[in-house]
């Protein structure tokens, strides 16, 4: 059974940066396609980053140029690096990966953004 932690997550004021991680308890490189969900208060989960097992990354309209996604396969970790956060950025943050069929999900870390 895979296992997706996340951590990273917290307060921040608009305008700062922060962050979150994705510890996989398996080899990254097995799953086709891992990434980020939000799911802001009152509001579905939405898609916002993700990155394939080769490489190829894909950003929603609302954070391109503001956030990157990264991952380094020697410690089994994707990373959402974001910038310029708003207020509107403020959600649930889980991340998920990809395998054969099956979608796995971490438990999700807390992002607020402070005007």
């Not at 990434?35 to 993700?50: D, I, L, M, N």
């Not at 309209?61 to 380094?72: E, H, P, Q």
């Amino acid at each position: 059974q895979v296992q997706l932690v996340e951590s990273g997550g917290g307060l921040v004021q608009a305008g700062g940066s922060l962050r979150l991680s994705c510890a996989s308890s398996g080899a990254i490189l097995r799953f086709s396609t891992m990434g980020w969900y939000c799911q802001p208060p009152g509001k579905q989960r939405e898609s916002v980053a993700t990155i394939t097992r080769v490489g190829n990354t894909n950003f929603a309209d609302s954070v391109k140029g503001r956030f990157t996604i990264s991952r380094d396969v020697l410690k089994n970790t994707v990373y959402l690096q974001m910038d310029d956060l708003k207020p509107e950025d403020t959600a649930v943050y889980y991340c998920y990966a990809d395998e054969s069929w099956v979608r796995h999900w971490g438990q999700g870390t807390q992002l607020t953004v402070s005007s």
